[in-house]
């Protein structure tokens, strides 16, 4: 509990309030400073192997050599097989906080079709949606915390996420299946926040099909989307939703 101070009829009052923790990560890679994420304080294993795993630079556990992550001084140290490239170009992402990735598309194209997958039922959207909706209810006190999740065509919640920053929940979602063995491959992956280029391209890069959202998708993220075979469903809200990528992924009927 923080002190805060409340403003109700001109006056204020002192009072105590629930406030998100924010936590500066630096990732050392291979004895080399590679970057600083800026995230929730827990379960930063997961952050780490996921945002690895995402660019590019991991694919199996056995790629980690080593991954120690020290809480009281803010600094991960990973050693993976191979060496990172010689030069990396940050690229600063509409994530909030501003993400940061070495791995966005260019205007050229993604150049990756996420692998066939059978129609998904629409029920299991929203029944993966009202359950993460469900987890995130304990976060309600404070607000400031976007979700993910990953679930099955069958509606079953697989695994989920919460974090300061809508860009980490889908590295903590990569990161958590790598080392628990869970396979993301033909899983529906649903979000509390807009969905934007980068993204969509880890959602490529995890060969996961469908993508839904309670809010908007980015003009970017649905050329995305398009591009890599994904269904991108948007503003799922009650028993509605539009379809801005590949409808035919979704087991309905189109007018």
Request: charged share 20%; net charge neutral; proline share 5%.
């Amino acid at each position: 509990m923080k002190e805060m101070f409340i403003y109700k009829d001109g006056q204020l009052a002192r009072g105590e309030a629930e406030v998100v923790g924010e936590f500066p990560l630096v990732l050392r890679v291979n004895d080399r400073e590679l970057v600083t994420l800026i995230a929730s304080p827990h379960d930063l294993r997961f952050l780490v192997a996921g945002f690895l795993r995402v660019q590019g630079f991991v694919s199996r556990v056995e790629d980690f050599l080593m991954l120690s992550v020290c809480n009281d001084y803010g600094i991960a140290n990973v050693r993976i097989r191979g060496e990172l490239p010689a030069e990396l170009k940050p690229i600063l992402t509409s994530g909030c906080g501003t993400g940061i990735t070495f791995s966005l598309p260019a205007a050229g194209g993604l150049g990756k079709r996420v692998g066939e997958c059978e129609p998904i039922p629409p029920e299991a959207v929203f029944d993966l949606m009202g359950q993460l909706t469900q987890k995130a209810e304990q976060y309600k006190s404070h607000g400031g915390v976007h979700s993910a999740a990953v679930g099955d065509s069958h509606g079953r919640l697989l695994l989920h996420a919460e974090d300061i920053g809508r860009h980490n929940t889908f590295d903590r979602l990569a990161g958590e299946a790598l080392l628990k063995g869970v396979p993301l491959a033909g899983r529906v992956l649903v979000t509390s926040g807009r969905v934007s280029a980068e993204m969509a391209a880890k959602a490529a890069a995890l060969d996961i099909p469908l993508i839904a959202s309670r809010t908007s998708p980015t003009d970017m993220a649905i050329r995305i989307c398009q591009e890599a075979g994904i269904a991108l469903i948007g503003y799922l809200r009650g028993a509605r939703f539009n379809v801005y990528a590949h409808p035919e992924l979704l087991s309905i009927p189109t007018c």
